[in-house]
């Protein structure tokens, strides 16, 4: 079994219309769900994290924003917002203060990630050698690879690679569109995945029903061995 995380996001971006997803959501056996710091206010954040924690969510913050100044912003505002972790972003040594004392998972992005919407570079390498750095850190729980943003990398032996060099769990989001590539992270020792803009486009079974995708995706994470 592999962890499926729904974002309500879209192209890196909070979905408008997030709120209204979460009650009908609350009844479709998903665990986990998250959003995203861009297309979000502080105070929309935290209606979707409230209305989220409301429903029986464990919930999720990916920082995509692209400076130091936004990206610590968007920490406060997650932090204010209350949600259980806060995936992404580019800046630990400015972050990792931020969150002394609370009981937030932290999980940074390992590599270079650059633009918006987000693109891993860098080898397989260095990538791992980013990921064991960052999650020997205090306060860093484990990472957040944009495995199928990267342009040239086997998405299997990157995938395989940080698993093995974090001490902690590997979420592999970004671009996952089909079954094949859950069942592959899955293989490869990814913790989870995240799904958002495939199913608001409606690319698996049961669209354009959001609901009827998220249980189909559940189906295919909860099949693997």
């Known amino acids: 079994m592999i962890n499926f995380i729904f974002m309500l996001t879209h192209s890196d971006s909070t979905v408008e219309d997030a709120l209204d997803h979460v ?12 959003f ?17 924690r409301d429903a029986g969510f464990e919930t999720f913050l990916e920082v995509v924003s692209t400076t130091r100044e936004a990206e610590i912003n968007s920490v406060h505002a997650a932090l204010e917002a209350g949600v259980d972790w806060i995936m992404g972003g580019t800046q630990p040594d400015a972050v990792l203060p931020l969150l002394q004392g609370s009981a937030v998972k932290y999980c940074p992005f390992p590599g270079r ?4 919407p987000s693109v891993l570079e860098g080898t397989i390498a260095e990538i791992a050698e980013s990921a064991r750095d960052l999650t020997a ?16 990398a086997d998405i299997e ?3 395989r690679a940080v ?5 902690g769990p590997v979420v592999a989001a970004g671009s996952v569109v089909r079954d094949e590539q859950i069942a592959m992270l899955a293989h490869a020792g ?6 958002g803009s495939a199913i608001f486009d409606g690319l698996f079974p049961g669209a354009p029903d959001v609901v009827a995708q998220v249980r ?8 693997q061995g």
């Open 23 to 34: 009650d009908a959501l609350s009844s479709s056996g998903l665990r986990y769900i998250g």
């Open 36 to 52: 995203k710091d861009i297309g979000a206010t502080p105070s929309r954040q935290k209606a979707i994290a409230n209305a989220a």
């Open 113 to 116: 990630v650059v633009g918006h």
């Open 137 to 152: 850190r205090d306060g860093v729980f484990g990472v957040d690879l944009l495995a199928y943003r990267h342009q040239s």
């Open 157 to 159: 032996e990157l995938t």
């Open 163 to 167: 698993v093995t060099a974090s001490k």
């Open 190 to 195: 990814a913790w989870g995945f995240t799904i």
């Open 216 to 223: 189909y995706v559940l189906s295919v994470a909860g099949a």
